[in-house]
């Protein structure tokens, strides 16, 4: 599976940009989506991910992301995007996407087996 991240800019802050992530060699309809992402000088953390647990599927949100970003799968895409609007400076940063296998590995990276190359936010004060 190879995931391919594009839609990183330059932006205001208030302002709000799309990023896409789009897989081959694999479907996202198995697939859990995840995204990350990695400031300057900072350790890589969770943004947002889709799961599920048999018929139920969670949405889940960083809290310094809630009520500002969403997650969401086009299934006919095959691409998951991650929307962030009211983007502030504290949100620069290479934004990552990721999968895996299960569908169930929510906030936990180490549970991703792949990961796209990253896409940089800058948001501008």
């Known amino acids: 599976v190879q995931l391919q991240a594009s839609g990183g800019g330059f932006v205001q802050a208030g302002d709000s940009l799309s990023l896409s992530c789009t897989a081959s060699?694999?479907?996202?309809?198995?697939?859990?989506p995840g995204w990350f992402r990695q400031a300057p000088g900072k350790v890589r953390e969770f943004v947002a991910a889709?799961?599920?647990?048999?018929?139920?599927?969670?949405?889940e949100y960083a809290d310094s992301v809630k009520g500002r970003f969403t997650i969401a799968r086009d299934i006919d895409k095959n691409t998951v995007t991650l929307q962030m609007n009211s983007l502030k400076p504290e949100d620069t940063a290479v934004y990552y996407c990721?999968?895996?296998?299960?569908?169930?590995?929510?906030?936990?990276?180490?549970?991703?087996?792949?990961w796209g190359q990253g896409t940089l936010v800058t948001v501008s004060s």
């Open positions: 990721a999968a895996d296998q299960w569908g169930t590995a929510g906030p936990n990276q180490q549970n991703y087996d792949y």
């Open positions: 060699g694999g479907s996202f309809t198995s697939l859990g």
């Open positions: 889709i799961s599920w647990n048999g018929g139920s599927k969670y949405y």
